[in-house]
């Protein structure tokens, strides 16, 4: 694993059983979830057979997020993806992280 991303994962670690609120934007959409953090592991897109999967921490657990009506719905799957490619961790604190990919950019905040 590069050293950025063990970086991301060893912060997300110290975190696991915490309420993670994640912000994602992708182009002009920005979506927010609520993430209760179980695990974190890694998927390496060199040991997968699908060409179209990066990549990725995969944060183990259970979630929601905030529908077009405003109403919090569960995520569909126990976990949620981080692709990694191009990783750069901007700011970094106890509570907080930034991070850029070549996809989108995320805001990691600890819930308390």
């Known amino acids: ?22 912000e994602k934007q992708e182009l002009d959409d920005v979506d927010k979830v609520h993430f209760q953090l179980e695990a974190v592991d890694y998927r390496d897109a060199e040991d997968v057979l699908d060409d179209y999967l990066d990549s990725a921490l995969i944060l183990r657990g259970s979630g929601s997020t905030m529908n077009d ?39 990691l905040s600890i819930l308390v």
């Open 1 to 22: 694993m590069k050293q950025k991303v063990q970086e991301l994962s060893e912060w997300l670690n110290t975190h696991v059983n915490a309420t993670i609120a994640i």
């Open 69 to 107: 009506g405003g109403e919090s719905v569960p995520l569909p799957q126990a976990s949620y993806e981080i692709a990694v490619s191009g990783l750069e961790l901007n700011a970094k604190n106890d509570n907080k992280l930034e991070i850029k990919t070549d996809r989108a950019t995320y805001v």
